[in-house]
């Protein structure tokens, strides 16, 4: 049985039309003590069928050692979003309900090379003189 119902199933396809270039989703997974790490590699590959820019990869996250340290993931599920270049966006855990739509606009973000920031705001980020980790926590309230 699908995750994403037909119904669905359009309105993705809509959102996802303005994607200009490829973005690959790299997920990393494994089969025993990952609760959710089954039914978001479900999910990927459903979403993945609806756009013709994107493509996906999957990795254990046990065996893959190589590719963990890569991408620098540190707990799974785990979903890298990588368009021309990786741009170090993570997200964590299955992308399911409300945290849907902030995947579906990372994707559109990443394969139009625009992060929608403000000019003002990517001003003030030029002048940034060491790396910056940020970490956005996504939930419905």
């Not at 254990?60 to 050692?65: A, E, G, I, M, Q």
């Not at 368009?83 to 995947?103: K, N, Q, T, V, W």
């Not at 929608?116 to 002048?127: A, F, Q, S």
């Amino acid at each position: 049985m699908p995750l994403i119902e037909e119904r669905d199933r359009a309105q993705i396809r809509k959102i996802l039309g303005p994607m200009t270039s490829p973005v690959r989703l790299l997920n990393f997974t494994q089969t025993l003590e990952c609760e959710t790490c089954h039914d978001t590699q479900l999910l990927l590959e459903e979403l993945v069928s609806l756009s013709d820019q994107l493509s996906l990869e999957v990795y254990n996250y046990t065996l893959d050692k190589e590719k963990v340290a890569e991408f620098a993931i540190d707990k799974i599920p785990a979903i890298a979003i990588v368009g021309d270049r990786d741009r170090g966006i993570r997200y964590y855990g299955i992308p399911a309900g409300f945290e849907f739509a902030s995947l579906l606009e990372d994707l559109i973000m990443v394969s139009n090379n625009d992060s929608g920031l403000d000019p003002h705001t990517r001003e003030k980020l030029v002048n940034l003189t060491k790396p910056l980790h940020l970490q956005v926590m996504v939930t419905p309230m």
